[in-house]
């Protein structure tokens, strides 16, 4: 017991963002740093009035701090700015783990089991047509056809991915890795616009099943990761149905209209045109220039679907409807108070 109490209390500290001081300032001192120190250390064990002050302090309930660790989330690649701390990107990771956890939990109460398959491994990626290549397998495999995507998220959520999203910084754009080695992991950033969310996701899709040779620089792995990305939102017939093979001119009335079709942003759109030839390296530098001031595309068209994740919810919903789980259950999986929960459950019978 003192060994999963010790590393859910250091769990629950990272993931609120304190240090061992500040945690026993946010206690009003009920107990010393030595004494934090030593119940993470598993070499002591906190009485159940110091419980319920930690519990309080870090907003979770009493049996967090004994429910038994059954995620590892390992091959973890970050994408930040260089101004996202330390501290700030383990409490992310933390946070996810947590939610993975409950998501396996309500899945095993469910009986659900799934496995992800990969269908791009056996594509070697060097080149810009390698990455076509790619794109246009992920889409056939998963008969996605060759028009835009309506919803990335459900895309993925289908597929046996965990796509978690976070409240989280600027700095913040996403990150993708592997729980218990087999099940993968896509986090984004829950404040970014739509266009950016979809982007996103398929660029971490990108670091979970693109087949990239060994030693290549992050730079360069990142820059095959876009280009995926890109290719998922608009291949490479689609879009030179859309806009031609080669242009000297594009301007800007098209690229909002593909903006809004395909949901992928015009800078993203101009990149790909790039990548395609449809124009070329002087052409994409002006444009470059041209959109400096509006990095946020702000007047420049919005794409009009929705991308949130939904089956984790959907699922501790029918766990608690088909009285698979209490409700108190279904409350604590959700990290929510049980009469939050109540009020939100409507069950129709």
């Known amino acids: 017991m003192k060994e999963i109490f010790g590393k859910r209390l250091k769990s629950a500290r990272i993931l609120a963002g304190l ?38 302090a870090l907003n979770v309930k009493l049996d967090y701090f004994f429910r038994p660790f059954t995620v590892e989330i390992k091959n973890v690649e970050f994408r930040k700015k260089q101004k996202l701390s330390v501290k700030e990107l383990n409490s992310i990771k933390q946070n996810v783990t947590d939610f993975v956890e409950r998501y396996i939990e309500v899945e095993q109460f469910l ?19 390698d990455i076509n290549k790619a794109a246009l397998k992920v889409r056939s495999e ?22 978690i999203e976070v409240d989280a910084p600027d700095e913040f754009d996403g990150f993708s890795g592997w ?12 404040n970014y616009k739509i266009e950016r ?31 995926f990305a890109g290719a998922m939102l608009i291949p490479e017939s689609t879009f030179k149905n859309e806009l031609g093979n080669v242009r000297s001119y594009i301007s800007v009335p098209e690229l909002v209209a593909v903006k809004e079709t395909y949901g992928i942003s015009i800078q993203a759109i101009m990149a790909r045109a790039k990548d395609l030839k ?72």
């Open 19 to 56: 240090s061992q001081s500040q945690l026993v300032e946010r206690i009003k001192g009920k107990v010393s740093k030595n004494a934090i120190s030593k119940y993470e250390k598993m070499e002591m064990m906190a009485d159940s009035t110091v419980l319920l002050e930690l519990s309080r």
């Open 111 to 129: 009986n659900i089991t799934s496995s992800f398959v990969n269908p791009v491994k056996d594509i070697h990626i060097s080149t810009i047509q």
């Open 142 to 163: 998963w008969q996605l056809g060759l028009n835009a995507l309506p919803n990335v998220v459900d895309v993925l959520e289908d597929k046996n991915i965990k796509l």
């Open 179 to 190: 729980a218990d080695d087999k099940i993968p992991i896509i986090v984004i950033n829950k």
């Open 197 to 227: 969310k979809r982007l996103t996701a398929l660029h971490e899709l990108g670091h979970l099943i693109l087949n990239l040779k060994d030693g290549i620089s992050t730079k360069e792995k990142e820059r095959f990761c876009f280009q």
């Open 278 to 349: 449809v124009i070329n390296e002087s052409q994409f530098i002006s444009f470059r220039k041209f959109i400096t001031q509006n990095r946020t595309e702000e007047g420049m068209g919005n794409y009009k679907g929705r991308e949130q994740t939904f089956r984790f919810n959907q699922l501790v919903n029918r766990a608690a409807a088909e009285n698979v789980i209490s409700m108190s259950k279904a409350a604590n999986l959700s990290n929510m108070k049980l009469s939050e929960f109540r009020k939100e459950f409507i069950e129709l019978k």
